[in-house]
């Protein structure tokens, strides 16, 4: 059974950073496509970086040059570096991971089967 938990997310000020991670347990972490999506309220959740299994990476624009999405095979975690935040990006922000082949970088919602529960980031102006 796969099993995805975040951690790092809290409050922080209009300019500020916040680092968040995802530890994943249960599956052959070093395959797959794995990603960072976030939901505010209101709003359909959205894809926000994914990084394939060959460390490929792809952003969405809102967060291009301010966000770094990393993983560690080694420790089975996923992190997001989230720099220059702004109100807009606040959200719960949910880590998610799949078998991808070829489409990592388009962060399909659906191409993902497990998500982990989400961390709450509040970013005040």
């Known amino acids: 059974q796969v099993h995805l938990a975040e951690s790092g997310g809290g409050s922080v000020q209009a300019g500020g950073s916040l680092r968040i991670s995802c530890v994943v347990s249960?599956?052959?972490?070093?395959?797959?496509?794995l990603g960072w999506f976030r939901q505010a309220p209101g709003k359909e959740r959205e894809g926000v970086a994914s990084?394939?299994?060959?460390?490929?990476?792809s952003y969405a624009d809102s967060v291009k040059g301010r966000f770094t999405i990393s993983r560690d095979n080694g420790k089975k975690s996923l992190y997001l570096e989230m720099n220059s935040l702004k109100p807009e990006d606040t959200a719960k922000y949910y880590c998610?991971?799949?078998?991808?082949?070829?489409?990592?970088?388009?962060?399909?919602?659906?191409?993902?089967?497990?998500w982990g529960q989400g961390t709450q980031v509040t970013v005040s102006s």
């Open positions: 990084i394939d299994n060959d460390g490929s990476t």
């Open positions: 249960g599956y052959t972490f070093s395959s797959y496509c």
């Open positions: 998610a991971a799949d078998w991808v082949p070829g489409y990592c970088y388009r962060m399909g919602i659906s191409d993902f089967g497990y």
